[in-house]
């Protein structure tokens, strides 16, 4: 199996929207009428309960992660690119999902297929990015600050840990990709009118 093969098929794991698919086997609606449009957890959970919310975050995180897994257990595609390879995967996979050939290019924000597919690439600092977002929730009450903390953390936690360069650009173009997806959220939060979380 090529690289090139690989990569495409981490895209297209990507790329399933277990939001849509989940909250249309619970409630028989498209996720994409309702809320913010996002095929992500948060907007699953809006739109169909706690529950489906829950099964959205793990699938979207599994379509990172179990790429990226599938890739660490083959030492010659693990070695690709100075063991940097793994690291493209993943990517492909964050881009699936934001970018997703099932659904015309219009998918989520990418924050927990990010999470999925560096965790065993990075776990050190995607478990400080967790702490991040978690602590920013608790602070200001809405899930998209939170994620834009967390994601900005990526990068500067990869660098400051020493993690290997190829897998810090993925970070930072991680970041780059999760903010530009955030826009009309930063300007929710500039003018106070982003939504909080239940209390």
Same mark, same amino acid.
């Given at each position: 199996?090529?690289?090139?093969?690989?990569?495409?098929?981490?895209?297209?794991?990507?790329?399933?929207?277990?939001?849509?698919?989940?909250?249309?086997?619970?409630?028989?609606?498209?996720?994409?009428?309702? &809320?913010? %449009? $996002?095929?992500?957890?948060? $907007?699953?959970?809006?739109?169909? !309960?706690?529950?489906?919310?829950?099964?959205?975050?793990? %699938?979207?995180?599994?379509? &990172?992660?179990?790429?990226?897994?599938?890739?660490?257990? $083959?030492?010659? +595609?693990?070695?690709?690119?100075? @063991?940097?390879?793994?690291?493209?995967?993943?990517?492909?996979?964050?881009?699936?999902?934001?970018?997703?050939?099932?659904?015309?290019?219009? &998918? @989520?924000?990418?924050?927990?297929?990010?999470? @999925? !597919?560096?965790?065993?690439?990075?776990?050190?600092?995607?478990?400080?990015?967790?702490?991040?977002?978690?602590?920013?929730?608790?602070? @200001?009450?809405?899930?998209?600050?939170?994620?834009?903390?967390?994601? +900005?953390?990526?990068?500067?936690?990869?660098?400051?840990?020493?993690?290997?360069?190829?897998?810090? +650009?993925?970070?930072?173009?991680?970041?780059?990709?999760?903010? +530009?997806?955030?826009?009309? $959220?930063?300007?929710?939060?500039?003018?106070?009118?982003?939504?909080?979380?239940?209390?």
């Amino acid at each position: 199996m090529t690289a090139a093969v690989v990569v495409l098929l981490a895209y297209l794991a990507g790329s399933i929207p277990f939001g849509l698919l989940v909250v249309r086997a619970f409630t028989g609606k498209d996720i994409r009428r309702g &809320g913010s %449009g $996002n095929t992500g957890a948060t $907007n699953a959970r809006r739109a169909a !309960g706690n529950l489906a919310g829950a099964l959205t975050l793990a %699938g979207d995180m599994a379509k &990172g992660a179990l790429p990226v897994a599938v890739v660490l257990s $083959n030492d010659g +595609l693990a070695g690709l690119l100075g @063991g940097g390879f793994p690291a493209l995967v993943a990517l492909a996979a964050f881009i699936g999902h934001v970018y997703p050939v099932y659904l015309t290019f219009r &998918g @989520g924000k990418g924050v927990a297929t990010a999470a @999925g !597919g560096l965790a065993p690439l990075a776990p050190g600092v995607v478990f400080s990015a967790l702490v991040v977002f978690v602590a920013v929730l608790a602070w @200001g009450r809405r899930v998209s600050l939170g994620s834009l903390a967390a994601a +900005l953390s990526l990068p500067i936690g990869a660098f400051l840990s020493g993690t290997p360069w190829l897998t810090t +650009l993925v970070m930072a173009a991680m970041c780059f990709l999760i903010w +530009l997806r955030h826009r009309q $959220n930063i300007r929710r939060l500039l003018d106070g009118t982003e939504p909080r979380i239940d209390n």
